[in-house]
């Protein structure tokens, strides 16, 4: 066993997902059956005392909670995926967790360390793994962003509102917004305007290390991670910037590869 063999792993499992519990209790009967402590929890809040390994069982949405649960602690996190949710951070299918928890117990793995946003709110920061959004509200999703980088102003526009994604995220929010793919291991934060309410307009790259301030002329509803966090009013800003603690991303030496995983989660 790792280092890590005597710390506890946690199962978090999402109850709507069919066979996630049944995988979690899956797990939980290997850790004893190999004197390694056990925790199993359907709850976004987690106790992680302990911990050396969390588990996030249900699809990709259960991950990206799960790690905004560990956050800003740095505990290593797979996820498997059931019930037929799209997995793209996570392996596939309950079959799969028992091997994976071997290949862990006997070191076959390694951590790839994934950047993460946070952005201020009421003088705290709440952080994201995928993306930071801005939606205007209601049906008609109308709003006007200003984003400034280093006192500079670099987009100004109306429209439904922006993504703000990492590396990561390019492949969720950001792609279908006409995003670029970004290999996860880069670090840098991807700017893709929402149905701008002009021509020319392209999403935009920023080194990881800049800090960005976005200003509204009209409210607009803040995201995390697809979790309503807060709403910037009209003539307020916020900014967001490399959040301080990496999400630990367990990958095991027969996963997919980047572009492997891209083709088969969205090829039509």
Not at 89 to 105: D, V
């Amino acid at each position: 066993m790792s280092e890590r063999g005597r710390e506890a792993i946690l199962f978090v499992y999402n109850p709507r997902k069919r066979g996630a519990a049944a995988a979690a209790a899956d797990g939980g009967r290997w850790c004893t059956n190999r004197g390694i402590p056990a925790r199993i929890t359907p709850r976004r809040e987690v106790g992680l005392d302990g911990v050396g390994l969390v588990v996030a069982i249900g699809g990709d949405g259960t991950l990206l909670r799960v790690a905004g649960a560990i956050y800003p602690r740095e505990i290593p996190v797979f996820g498997v995926n059931v019930g037929g949710a799209l997995g793209f951070l996570s392996i596939g299918g309950g079959e799969s967790l028992i091997p994976a928890l071997e290949r862990f117990a006997s070191g076959e793995y390694e951590i790839e360390r994934r950047m993460r946003l946070a952005v201020g709110l009421g003088g705290s920061e709440v952080s994201a793994l995928n993306d930071v959004v801005f939606l205007g509200p209601g049906g008609h999703r109308f709003t006007e962003l200003s984003v400034c980088c280093g006192g500079e102003e670099i987009l100004s526009f109306a429209g439904d509102g922006l993504v703000v994604a990492t590396p990561t995220g390019s492949t969720a929010y950001a792609l279908s917004a006409g995003g670029p793919l970004i290999h996860p291991t880069l670090s840098a934060m991807l700017l893709v305007p929402l149905s701008p309410h002009t021509l020319g307009l392209r999403p935009l790259l920023l080194p990881a290390g800049e800090e960005i301030e976005i200003k509204a002329k009209y409210p607009a509803h803040i995201f995390a991670d697809g979790d309503k966090v807060g709403v910037l009013k009209g003539g307020n800003g916020v900014y967001v910037r490399k959040a301080p603690v990496d999400t630990l991303l367990v990958r095991f030496p027969d996963e997919e590869g980047f572009f492997s995983r891209v083709w088969s989660c969205f090829r039509s």
